[in-house]
């Protein structure tokens, strides 16, 4: 996909020719700091060679290979003539791409936008947009196709007429999610039109989610009152995403083919309907090359294909896309093959047979690049690909480039990747069309099953062993005992009764079971879910004989599209040296375990890193947020240097870490440590943490299977109290609901889960668990200093509540030194910060949520959360409001979110005036580092400029060059 921000858009420009055109966009790259003024000769002498025109209004101008060396910075600039500007060869352009590029990248540029040639309209609406965000929604918007895989067809459906052949097409369109039971009920009241040759057509646009074609067959072709009947297509119709499908399928009647369809396996239909003729000579070749067929191994293959002197088609056997010549540039680009991919090659006519074969030996050959044989066990098998995310696969990342991240765990790392891609299953649905070695009646499919689940026992022990304890064990363990689960696994014996094969039937009773689970509430148990579905790959792997992918045994850096919290606590922290995320944000709870578990990770990347190449070398930015593929040597170097630089710095903060948290002119900032689990408090400490500035007492009630009783509270907290040895302890109350419920303590199903029951709300409706835990922490202090925490209060009532339980036990159980806080994570509560000061003996700021609801962006938000950040001056102006408020009745503010251990923004904090800071353990050394830097006048500078910023970008950016 075309990546593209605002700056890069020059809108409303005008030029008196093409030329003059021509040297606008070579100044717009000059300006853009891509390129030196002489790129500009490259852009004329591309341009005489042949027109850079794509279609559509649009031209990609770019410089010659001798220009590149004019090159500085590979990048583009679009610019937009609204009342167009007439081109060399005849056309008339509204808008051109203009690319600096130092290698073949325009191909890919060029691929990027090959959508947008087939849409009708763009050059009218490109020319009309007076935005730069609608030019870059017009150019980087993929098309929609309607879907059509072996998903979809239904053959050989014993069905007595036409009718029951259309309803079981929308049943399966149904069974893949493309269409709600509106849409069954629209095809159940319509009769089938007929297409000729024996195929019929229903069609309907309600209830709709994907749209969508299935093809229904018959046991056999019959003829019904109406004519004969080979096979009825059921399409599920939105806007003109069928429109290239339909036109395949007109060519295939007008060619007589349609009978052939009647008896056809799901490969031949959807050959057929991917435009390759029955009669075709055709070849199939797994595409080797490391970054799929990307623009310099496309011109070759098109080259050979026009070698061949005769039409070759190729398609990407995995979905439903269709074939495309194999001399067209673009189309082949538009495959967006990657490696492990098989193309299919197809010719008509005298040396066919041969064609096809020079066409699959090149591929296999490299086409001009070194190429390794694919590798079963780790080059995992790429997921179908269907004919929508053909046309939208990622790009690969360029080599040696910086492609920006979101930072998300500090620390830098050089290493492979290993990409964690789910593999693919592939099995019959009903045991019938089993093989010899697997099929059998219902009993030798349960015996299978049975056989499966037992050894994915044994390999869930040699890990459990393996993993010594600690979070990974017990969530292995809580994988061996949903194995167990009689439940799923008479789900599974149901479905091999009636007639399902020993995966299908596993599978459908797994599944059934996490989207229960996912139903029941929110993110948390959507995990479990998540581990069920773990668990059920598990056996189908087995049941398959697929390997599940296997990390290397060297050091790697794990590449993901997202994490969970359950996949971060169950990483190897010897082996892994980092970690990357597609998607996800900073705040969210897996990037937090990453911190906690001092692994350098970078989240919300994008889809591109999945094109990453197992093996294949990576450089981590944990802090500055970024990942460098395939870095040169000096690169990597530089890098390495970096690295040791940064484990002294790490090592001299260590050393240093039992000093006070102070600014280098002696202003006294408190830096403490964020818990989840008391056991650690005693870490805490050897880390320098001068007290437990968070103790998330949630995750001490999610470790148990029911609520835990006063003494096994009492127990845990005095475990804390005891390790921190007189140091504070900050313990917040239940924090349930949210992101984070308790699976003993179920929710109403709500819309908008942040917005409703949790925090203090929800405790306030159990106050019986709510004192049991008040108990519990004022028994456990005895005579240490203790700091209750009240979690999501919005404003003083909700406080006045909570501090009513408070003082009637104070007065039954006397612990001297407590204080009774409020967490500042509503914008409501640093609004009316002055009201609760007036009452509260202190403020912690939840910046993690408070950012979140001041910026409407759930952290959570796999797309979005990347753009929460909390260096954001709307979230700073509530820190001030919130520091001054307390400040006034001599009250002391901690900042307990992330925000807290960016390096960043240690000194817009402290110049803020905050008084403590609660990181994630490892952090403490590294935060007191920090504030050894800095002097308060200093800090004060920091948060100014901060405040004066209008977007957490600027804030950045300023800070930089302070
Ligand atoms: C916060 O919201 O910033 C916070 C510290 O609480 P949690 O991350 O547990 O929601
Ligand atoms: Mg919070």
New binding site residues.
Partial sequence: MLTLTQQDVLLGCRAADWRDALDQAAAALVDAGRATPEYRNGLHAREAQSSTYLGNGIAIPHGTPESRDQVLATGVRVLQFPDGVDWHDGHRVHVLVSIAAQSDEHLDILRALTHVLDREGVAERLAEADSAAEVIAELSRAPVIARLDADTLCLGFPARDRFELALAGAARLRQADCVNADFVAAIAAQEPVSLGQGLWLASATLGVATPALSLATPESAFVGPKGAVNGVFCLAAQGDAHRGLLERLAELLDAGDGETLADADAPSVLARLAGERAAAETMRVRVLNAHGLHARPAKQLVQVARDQGLPIKVRLLEGGAEAVSAASLTKVIGLGARRGQTLVFSAEGTGAAQAVQAMAEAVREGLGEQVVAFDERRDVDVEPATTTSSATAPLPLPDDTPHPAVPASPGLAVAPVFVMRLPCFDYPERARDLDAARGGDPQAQKARLARARGEAAEQLEALIRRAQGGEVAEILSIHEEMLEDPELREAAHEGIDDGWSAEAAWWRGVDTAARAQEMLADRLLAERAADLRDVGRRVLGLLCGVEMPAPPDTPYILVMEDVGPSDVARLDTVKVRGLVTARGGATSHSAILARALGIAAVVGAGERVMTLYNGSELILDGERGRIIPAPSTQRRARAELHMKEREGREREAYAARFEPGRTRDGHRVEVAANLGNTAHAVDAVDYGAEGVGLLRTEFVFMAHAEAPDLDTQIGEYREAFDALDGRPLVARTL?VG?DKPLPYWPLPQEDNPFLGLR?IRLALTRPEILETQLRALLSAAGERPLRIML??VKDVAEFRAAKAIVERLQAEIKAPDVQLGV?I?IPSSALLAPSLAEEVDFFSI?T???T?YTLAIDRGHAALSAQSDGLHPAVLRLIQMTVEAAHAKGKWVGVC?ELASDPQAVPVLVGLGVDELSVSLRQVPMVKARLRELTLDGARRHAATALAQATSDAVREALEVL
């Fill in positions: 924090d949210g925090g979690p999501m967490m994570e939840g993690n949520d408070l979140q979110g």
